[in-house]
């Protein structure tokens, strides 16, 4: 079982940042985990991918945050965060983090963006 939780959410306008971070422990170490987001958009829509980050050091983003977002981690601290600069009122969504390695994976409960314009 991988415990998982996400902060760092909030109110921003247009054009601002924000730095999200999501903590993880589970039964093997933090550095084993591939750690990825994800963001729920209003009404429904699926749940997709924004970025993530291996325990090899290999780094993925969706195309529509590839400049803006910057995911990194500290596995000293178990953690990993998620730099979001030139927010636009199209990210809004409720972001998720993500821990997975092999068949043992966990969500977190989510953390709410919202960005006005």
């Known amino acids: 079982q991988v415990h998982v939780a996400e902060s760092g959410g909030g109110l921003v306008q247009s054009g601002g940042s924000l730095r999200l971070s999501c903590t993880a422990s589970?039964?093997?170490?933090?550095?084993?985990?591939?750690m990825g987001w994800y963001r729920q958009a209003p009404r429904g829509n699926e749940r997709e991918f924004v970025a993530?980050?291996?325990?090899?050091?290999?780094?993925a983003y969706a195309d529509s945050v590839k400049g803006r977002f910057t995911i990194s981690r500290d596995n000293a601290k178990n953690t990993v965060y998620l730099q979001m600069n030139n927010l636009k009122p199209e990210d809004t969504a409720v972001y998720y983090c993500n821990a997975e390695h092999y068949t043992s994976t966990g969500w977190g409960r989510g953390t709410q963006v919202t960005v006005s314009s």
């Open positions: 993530a980050s291996d325990g090899g050091g290999h780094i």
């Open positions: 589970g039964t093997v170490g933090f550095s084993m985990y591939t």
